[in-house]
């Protein structure tokens, strides 16, 4: 399967590297944020724009032939840094950040105006995008990983722009579909519940899934 790249870098340059990824993701996502909120009038906007278009010029200087892929480290570990929920390149993912737990995944983030739906509350896609990959990832993380088959949001109650809580566990495994439930929580309650199917497709049954089960990481 094309995108799956496997690679040896050295932990220091992977560090370096990281947090190089990290800080310019981060830079973009106040520009993201910054343009939704602006009311600056039109001479700081072209101004705004020029300088906009030199940075996207520097960083064209060079650049992957397309998307980042999962990149497997011959440490075994894993990066997805162009996901689009925990991708830290990714100036559109929150980013996400997940803890595995024994038992369940949970992460804790903080969506704000670039997240909006209705007036004041998170996009509902977005909150079946964070889901998507909470779920997904949780059943990676328990061994059992798949694609998305299914997924059914049920939302509860208005989710408010601000911090929110997602957690999730493996319901079930039967054969190569892993059944997943999480949530979202905000201000202390339950405000979208969800339940994915997610399935080991043909091309990863066999060799591929021992790769996909043994490697550890972000994505
Ligand atoms: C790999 C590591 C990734 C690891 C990735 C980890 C990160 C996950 C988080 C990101 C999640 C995504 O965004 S994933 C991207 C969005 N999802 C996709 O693009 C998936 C597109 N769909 C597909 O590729 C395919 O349709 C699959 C993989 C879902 C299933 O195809 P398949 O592999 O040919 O499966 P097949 O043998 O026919 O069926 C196996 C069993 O699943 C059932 N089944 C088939 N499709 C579905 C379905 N949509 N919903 C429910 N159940 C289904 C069948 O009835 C059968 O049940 P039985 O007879 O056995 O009972």
Redo the contacts with the bound molecule.
């Keep these: 399967m094309s995108g799956y790249i496997q690679e040896d870098i050295a932990p220091e340059e992977l560090a370096q590297r990281s947090e190089l990824a990290s800080s310019i993701a981060g830079s973009v996502r106040e520009l993201i944020e910054a343009t939704v909120r602006t009311e600056v009038g039109a001479s700081d906007i072209a101004e705004a724009r020029r300088l906009i278009e030199a940075a996207t010029e520097i960083l064209r200087k060079d650049q992957l032939p397309g998307a980042y892929g999962i990149r497997f480290n011959s440490d075994g570990s894993k990066r997805s840094w162009g996901n689009a929920v925990l991708g830290r390149r990714n100036p559109i993912a929150p980013p996400v950040v997940l803890h595995h737990e024994p038992d369940h995944t949970w992460t804790e983030v903080e969506l704000g105006p670039a997240y909006e739906g209705p007036a004041g509350l998170v996009h509902g896609g977005v909150l079946a995008l964070i889901l998507?990959?909470l779920l997904?990832?949780t059943a990676?993380f328990q061994g059992v990983?798949?694609?998305?088959?299914?997924l059914n949001v049920r939302y509860r109650r208005a989710t408010p722009l601000g911090q929110i809580r997602g957690e999730a566990r493996v319901d079930r495994v039967?054969?190569?579909?892993t059944f997943v439930r999480g949530t979202i929580t905000s201000a202390g309650e339950v405000s979208a519940e969800a339940e994915g199917?997610?399935?080991?497709?043909?091309w990863?049954r066999g060799e591929v899934?021992d790769v996909?089960r043994k490697s550890v990481g972000e994505?």
């Design positions: 998507d990959q997904g990832s990676e990983p798949g694609m998305t088959g299914t039967e054969g190569v579909k199917i997610f399935i080991l497709p043909k990863a899934s996909l994505g």
